[in-house]
């Protein structure tokens, strides 16, 4: 490994950093590693070749991506893996499908998601196309090397390929829905769902209306994350033209956030319960897709999401499965427990039987059949009728990546008995601390996996009580950091 090697960490969802660190070299030897570690994997699986199988290289819409994504492809080829790679930027949930469709030896995908447009990224997919466990990301950080090509005689080839139309193909085969009667306001967020989301609708039968659906590289100017503060034009435009829905997709397309006439940006937990409560109901996704899988009606979520989902899988006699933060985690959970459906509070969502991983593309489609046969407003007031109000909020707390286990270790000693007036019931250590409360709420106190800070999250019944419990969260841990 060389020096240049240092800068490369993978995190929470692959290696992510600002274009001054992300450099051709250094995703080079992140190519390397990549075929390293396939080779290895097919050597001690019997293989007779070395370096046999196929891997699949996309990209999103930042402007460096295509070239990276080339970089890549390259380095596979050099050490004997044959490589495709789409002609155009594309969303990731799109090459995880292929991954596992296609039953190929892994993905790759060029993109910095939802960060703003001075990063890039990288993320690996495994076998399956589920996101890569911390086991294979540290076996890649070992691999890190300059590119080892083998003998010109070996190499394999790099096909363009179109990914994205058996994939469309099999969202329209899965979801059962007739839109002709719907109408959808769709923000690309000037990302890789454009061309891809707002035209799977369109098959289905919605009346779209698009909004930054054109490709800016620089997102414009702004970071295509789908969060309420991002999202007023796409809600304005729902309102304006008395659209049925609005739907966004983040910079590659794997999140989701729905926007609704009542309520404007739908809170990612409510959609999540609704959609899920919808599945259990039956009906609009086919889980027959001819691998024999047969899931239970269980479902997965982080610790961090709200337990109106475990109040909606108790109603309908199904298990839920707490897992940490980061959707590697969800994907490991999904497949352990023949899950249903798997989410996450901050918009990625995925169904088991079409791949383990964040698919905000095939669940716009999934979340636009559900709303017309049902409008979410109506969904989410009576999800709240039979379950009770719930709220959720979240806070930030400044903190060097270097002192968050030292804060872990020291609030582990300084839990109180009681936090914002109600006694401490029990705690949960899946990631960080989630302290449940006498008076049915809890906190969440855990470490980012992608910025240096604490996040510390509530849930409650009401705002106000919401409020309290994240000022007790922060004079929890300000003073650790």
Known sequence: MTADADAIEFGTDGWRATLDEFTEPRVRMVGQAVATYLREEADSGGADEEGTGTVAVGYDARETSRGFAEELARALAANGFDVLVPPRDCPTPVVAWTVRR???AGGLMVTASHNPPEYNGVKFLPAGGAPALPEVTDALADRLAEPDPLPEAQWGGVEEADLVSPYTDRVLDAVDADLSDLSVVYDAMHGSGRGVTDLLLERAGADVERIRCDRDPEFGGDSPEPTAAHLGDLADRVAESDADLGVA???DADRIAVVTPDRGVLDPNLFFAATYEALLDGGFWSVDDGTGDDPTGDVVRTVSTSSIVDRVAEAGGQSVHETAVGFKW???????NDALMGGEESGGFGITTH??????VAVAVLAAAVAAAEPYDDRVDGLLERHGAIVQDRVSVDCPDERKAPVLADLEDALPDELAGSAVEDVS??????VFLADGTWLLMRPSGTEPKLRVYAEASSQERVDELLAAGRELVEPLV
């Open 102 to 104: 296609r039953d190929l």
């Open 249 to 251: 997709n983040d910079g």
């Open 330 to 336: 969800v994907a490991q959970a999904m497949a352990e």
């Open 355 to 360: 791949v383990r991983n964040k698919d905000g």
């Open 429 to 434: 250590t899946v990631d960080g601390f989630k």
